[in-house]
């Protein structure tokens, strides 16, 4: 069964933490992609990759950065953790044009 | 800029009834792919369906359909004999080309609770 697994299911945080989400697809794809989640607002992107070591920004880049060193690995960062990034993380990874495939989703909370 | 709408922000449908959920988007593209995905209470995000712009044929999975109306840029989701499993957030989404890597990326709307009532 084809997965993307995202490292934590829940996260709970300090202000001012540096804070890695990871995400690991075995689908040998692509794309990888990380997309925020809050009510009313639906999905946003953050940030994607077309390749290793290759990423473009989202629609929401600012305070957020990523690293993708491996083709399976695809890493979000938040490089100093503030009470407005509390939120649901997901990540997808796809072989354009086919659809995203997700993870289980990282509940964060910044305290 | 590319955006999809989906206006309503919840709905609910008696057990073994049809819902249709709406979806319009704006793109200057003629070349892209519409999704449809459901996020049960467990966040797991599942395909429903998917639809190629350059495809007439509207696009089905069992009691899952589409009604693509390319020229008013409308992508709702029919589902028929509506079961309790399909109580979801629904998510209609679009994937449209990035030309500054030749790759794409999923732009998704608001999403549309659907509670189905037993």
């Known amino acids: 069964d084809v997965k993307v697994t995202q490292s934590s299911r829940y996260l709970v945080k300090r202000t001012g933490e540096k804070v890695f989400l990871e995400c690991v697809q075995d689908?040998?794809?692509?794309?990888m992609f990380w997309y925020r989640q809050d009510p009313g607002l639906g999905l946003r992107l953050i940030y994607f990759?077309?390749?290793?070591?290759?990423?473009e920004k989202g629609d929401i880049p600012e305070g957020y950065s990523v690293s993708r060193e491996k083709k399976e690995r695809f890493s979000l960062i938040l490089e100093s953790a503030s009470t407005n990034q509390t939120s649901m993380y997901l990540c997808?990874?796809?072989?354009?044009?086919?659809?995203?495939?997700f993870g289980q989703g990282t509940r964060l909370t910044v305290v | 800029a590319q955006t999809v709408t989906q206006s309503q922000p919840e709905m609910s449908v008696q057990e073994a009834e049809t819902v249709t959920l709406s979806c319009t988007y704006d793109?200057?593209?003629?070349?892209?792919?519409l999704f449809w995905y459901k996020q049960p209470p467990s966040r797991q995000m599942i395909l429903v369906i998917r639809?190629?712009?350059?495809?007439?044929q509207n696009a089905t999975e069992n009691r899952f359909s589409v009604n693509f109306q390319k020229a008013a840029k409308s992508f709702s989701l029919k589902i028929s004999d509506s079961q309790l499993g399909d109580t979801a957030m629904y998510f209609c989404?679009?994937?449209?080309?990035?030309?500054?890597?030749?790759?794409?990326?999923?732009?998704f709307g608001t999403g549309t609770r659907l509670k189905v009532l037993a």
């Open positions: 997808a990874s796809s072989s354009p044009p086919r659809q995203g495939v």
């Open positions: 689908m040998d794809h692509e794309n």
């Open positions: 990759s077309y390749d290793v070591k290759m990423k």
């Open positions: 793109t200057s593209e003629s070349n892209y792919y």
């Open positions: 639809q190629e712009a350059y495809k007439q």
């Open positions: 989404a679009f994937m449209k080309p990035v030309t500054t890597s030749g790759t794409y990326k999923y732009i």
